[in-house]
């Protein structure tokens, strides 16, 4: 059996721990720049408010429906997502990080009852935490996904499903003929893995259904379809065919990517952006111990305003794969120098680290030199454990700028909350 934990409205319930008073309210969380809506509490959904919708389009409700729109705080998400995570890893003894607020837990050996057993950790992860969850248990990561679709649904719309499976549905307990029914109020648009273009050539094929896609041969699927779509039938069947990873599984690219809060029209400020991006993804290539081949630099104007459109981007080579911040820099910076001209208003740029390979198994080459200095490599690990110790760019290339710098490319996130759980300056104070 596996679990499927899953935190409900993740982001916006992030904010209500800290803020009892936004209980019960409408809540959006709105994405970089504030632009649209990436996470929604239930009051806002009955608003009618949809996921990625663009704020200017619901801005009207924070004075008519007492909405609360507020920009993303994804240091305290990300904080509170390690507290869950390690929290639903009681559940069983394997664990997948699956995305920042789901994870599916391996339940073999587990004795017991596994209903119960996921009631109580649901109920601690709230108590200590005051994350709200939901959780699904089934043979299969499918079935555990949509087990965990039937809870949600079923806690908070009320006549979806069987209200005796709110909060925890357990799919593997039930009779064959239980699930069959359950999976047939489920629209084929609901399970894991088939997108808005199979599922509309799915109905068009007149699979309507969850069960109807169950019924379907595995093989006449991949002949039409495809394996993946294969896949998903007979994990739908009951039959495990996609392991739990409990390692990540190391990224063939890392990207860090922005949109500016104004226009950018200077290099010097360019150059501080693109600084700190590479910055950015150089700290996450060390964190999966892998170096980087190449570098890639872009950068393009907004395909939504007026104006002139321009887009550029150039790949730059390294000369040996490395994960030093400052080559990285380098690079990226170069190119960027390269392809950069004067005139438009710049909305977005980035940084991508391609051709990435383990550091512990780079292959030397003789005709290249060995090179000169500190052992960078060392001095990158003191960095990275300052800047954990001591806060985000405690110490830092000087081409990232200053904090005040920053201001003339950041983000807008004029309503973003407090980093309560990880700055020391912003943790919140008790009256008593």
Request: charge should be positive; aromatic fraction near 6%.
């Amino acid at each position: 059996m596996l679990a499927l934990l899953d935190g409900n409205n993740f982001y916006v319930s992030c904010e209500r721990v800290f803020r009892p008073s936004l209980q019960g309210r409408p809540v959006v969380v709105l994405s970089n720049n504030d632009g649209c809506a990436i996470s929604r509490s239930n009051e806002a959904k009955a608003l009618g408010i949809k996921m990625a919708q663009p704020h200017h389009e619901f801005r009207h409700l924070e004075d008519r429906a007492g909405l609360v729109s507020l920009s993303a705080n994804f240091t305290l998400y990300g904080d509170m997502s390690d507290r869950m995570m390690s929290l639903a890893a009681g559940l069983g003894p394997g664990q997948e990080i699956y995305s920042i607020d789901e994870c599916f837990v391996d339940l073999h050996g587990v004795r017991g009852n596994l209903a119960e057993r996921a009631h109580a950790i649901r109920a601690r992860i709230h108590r200590w935490i005051g994350i709200p969850t939901c959780i699904g248990i089934a043979p299969t990561k499918t079935l555990a996904k949509l087990a965990n679709h039937i809870a949600k649904c079923a806690e908070r719309k009320a006549g979806s499903y069987p209200a005796q499976h709110a909060q925890v549905c357990h799919l593997g307990a039930l009779p064959q003929a239980d699930v069959d029914l359950l999976l047939a109020i489920t629209d084929v648009g609901d399970v894991w893995g088939v997108g808005p273009r199979i599922g509309a050539q799915l109905r068009d094929a007149g699979v309507a259904t969850a069960q109807d896609l169950a019924r379907l041969d595995p093989a006449s699927v991949r002949r039409r379809w495809s394996v993946v779509l294969e896949r998903t039938v007979r994990e739908l069947q009951g039959m495990p065919c996609i392991d739990l990873e409990e390692a990540p599984t190391p990224k063939r690219e890392i990207a860090v990517t922005r949109s500016f809060g104004r226009p950018v029209r200077e290099l010097p400020q360019l150059l501080q952006a693109v600084s700190d991006f590479a910055t950015r993804a150089a700290e996450k290539l060390r964190r999966q111990g892998s170096l980087a081949g190449r570098v890639l630099v872009f950068a393009h104007t907004s395909p939504f305003r007026p104006g002139p459109r321009w887009a550029k981007s150039l790949v730059v080579p390294l000369r040996r794969p490395t994960a030093d911040t400052a080559k990285i820099i380098q690079a990226a910076t170069m190119g960027l120098e390269l392809i950069f001209e004067p005139g438009y208003n710049l909305a977005k740029a980035g940084v991508m680290l391609l051709d990435l390979c383990d550091s512990s198994i780079l292959q030397g080459e003789l005709d290249l030199e060995d090179e000169s200095g500190r052992n960078r490599g060392q001095l990158m690990s003191v960095v990275d454990k300052l800047n954990a110790r001591w806060g985000k760019a405690t110490v830092k290339q000087g081409s990232v700028g200053t904090a005040a710098a920053r201001r003339d490319w950041a983000m807008r996130q004029a309503r973003r909350t407090p980093q309560y759980t990880t700055d020391w300056r912003q943790v919140p104070v008790a009256r008593a």
